[in-house]
């Protein structure tokens, strides 16, 4: 018997027959891992995490009801609680989930049992399937105020040209950290409106060339320091790496878990959120900036920050309408970038 996450026939019977509920997760978390390493390492986390709650609770990810799981996944949109049995572990303290951030762990956890009722000696029988989890109204995006905006923009180009070059991407240009992290300088180039640069899309999976507004590009210019290849934003100085294609040496880019660090690390020296700084934080407020701007499309917007449906945009949009009256410009991309890259 065949799934369509795994063909059990290239393995012993007797060795996935006897598997245990943890160890047909970790064969389906490294199934994952070999088409995309980060979603394997996402898979194996939100699977353990479900395990460790179910049988904190009591329960058994043998054989979950579908009620367990339904409660569970209620469980994920609730406060913080304390006094839960058994140790907490460190993920009940960012309780609640977003409901979009809960159906996406349901939809794990589908996938999941449906590979483990693939293994003959197992049940034909999901307990995810099809549960529904609600999805809440709102048209509220946090982002960060005119004043934190440029504070965070001036700080990181007065500490590190590193640093400013990740924000500009992020905030500038808004990309996702994804992104950022895989910007390299050699897709950097020039059109007859101005400088460009060349990324992948990891949301639609495409290759993207955008307008690269100058306040960002100064400062990427600055962080390169007359390097015109490997990454953008680098991880520390010392450590390098030789490139597969070209065989010479350039500095290490920075991971995603990197960027996590340096986004930690504006945050102390900036002041500005000390507890809330993130990269996405600054997409948002780019986005949403830029859909205050009354003469700029709103499809050029939906298209310069990868929205690959009118629903991704649609709440930056309303929120942007709902509550600011007058146009910002963001300092990232200067009075005159929208009228450039329309």
């Given at each position: 018997?065949?799934?369509?996450?795994?063909?059990?026939?290239?393995?012993?019977?007797?060795?996935?027959?006897?598997?245990?509920?943890?160890?047909?997760?970790?064969?389906?978390?490294?199934?994952?891992?070999?088409?995309?390493?980060?979603?394997?390492?996402?898979?194996?986390?939100?699977?353990?995490?479900?395990?460790?709650?179910?049988?904190?609770?009591?329960?058994?990810?043998?054989?979950?009801?579908?009620?367990?799981?339904?409660?569970?996944?209620?469980?994920?949109?609730?406060?913080?609680?304390?006094?839960?049995?058994?140790?907490?572990?460190?993920?009940?303290?960012?309780?609640?989930?977003?409901?979009?951030?809960?159906?996406?762990?349901?939809?794990?956890?589908?996938?999941?049992?449906?590979?483990?009722?693939?293994?003959?000696?197992?049940?034909?029988?999901?307990?995810?399937?099809?549960?529904?989890?609600?999805?809440?109204?709102?048209?509220?995006?946090?982002?960060?105020?005119?004043?934190?905006?440029?504070?965070?923009?001036?700080?990181?180009?007065?500490?590190?040209?590193?640093?400013?070059?990740?924000?500009?991407?992020?905030?500038?240009?808004?990309?996702?950290?994804?992104?950022?992290?895989?910007?390299?300088?050699?897709?950097?180039?020039?059109?007859?409106?101005?400088?460009?640069?060349?990324?992948?899309?990891?949301?639609?999976?495409?290759?993207?060339?955008?307008?690269?507004?100058?306040?960002?590009?100064?400062?990427?210019?600055?962080?390169?320091?007359?390097?015109?290849?490997?990454?953008?934003?680098?991880?520390?100085?010392?450590?390098?790496?030789?490139?597969?294609?070209?065989?010479?040496?350039?500095?290490?880019?920075?991971?995603?878990?990197?960027?996590?660090?340096?986004?930690?690390?504006?945050?102390?020296?900036?002041?500005?959120?000390?507890?809330?700084?993130?990269?996405?934080?600054?997409?948002?407020?780019?986005?949403?900036?830029?859909?205050?701007?009354?003469?700029?499309?709103?499809?050029?917007?939906?298209?310069?920050?990868?929205?690959?449906?009118?629903?991704?945009?649609?709440?930056?949009?309303?929120f942007a309408n709902q509550v600011f009256v007058r146009e910002i410009i963001n300092p990232m991309q200067g009075p005159r970038?929208?009228?450039?890259?329309?």
């Amino acid at each position: 018997m065949t799934s369509g996450f795994f063909d059990f026939g290239a393995i012993s019977r007797d060795a996935i027959d006897n598997s245990t509920i943890d160890q047909l997760a970790d064969r389906f978390c490294d199934e994952k891992g070999r088409k995309n390493a980060e979603t394997g390492k996402r898979y194996r986390r939100e699977l353990a995490f479900f395990f460790d709650t179910l049988r904190r609770f009591g329960g058994d990810p043998e054989e979950p009801s579908r009620q367990q799981v339904d409660r569970y996944l209620a469980y994920l949109l609730m406060e913080h609680q304390a006094g839960h049995p058994g140790p907490c572990v460190r993920e009940c303290g960012e309780l609640p989930y977003a409901p979009a951030s809960v159906a996406r762990r349901r939809d794990v956890i589908s996938a999941f049992y449906e590979y483990v009722s693939a293994v003959p000696s197992r049940p034909n029988y999901n307990p995810a399937k099809q549960l529904h989890v609600e999805q809440a109204e709102k048209t509220a995006v946090d982002i960060l105020t005119e004043d934190e905006n440029l504070t965070v923009w001036n700080t990181t180009r007065a500490h590190r040209w590193r640093d400013g070059a990740a924000v500009g991407l992020a905030g500038g240009m808004g990309m996702r950290r994804e992104e950022v992290v895989l910007a390299r300088a050699e897709n950097l180039g020039q059109n007859e409106k101005g400088h460009t640069l060349r990324f992948w899309r990891v949301k639609g999976r495409y290759w993207q060339t955008e307008i690269v507004p100058r306040p960002v590009h100064d400062v990427i210019m600055a962080s390169l320091d007359g390097r015109t290849s490997g990454p953008i934003v680098t991880a520390a100085k010392t450590k390098m790496t030789r490139n597969a294609d070209t065989g010479l040496l350039e500095p290490e880019h920075l991971s995603v878990r990197g960027l996590t660090y340096v986004f930690e690390q504006i945050r102390e020296y900036s002041g500005v959120r000390p507890d809330d700084l993130h990269c996405h934080l600054l997409r948002h407020t780019s986005i949403t900036y830029a859909c205050t701007l009354r003469d700029v499309s709103k499809d050029r917007i939906k298209k310069f920050y990868g929205h690959v449906s009118d629903k991704d945009h649609r709440r930056y949009n309303a929120f942007a309408n709902q509550v600011f009256v007058r146009e910002i410009i963001n300092p990232m991309q200067g009075p005159r970038f929208w009228t450039i890259a329309a």
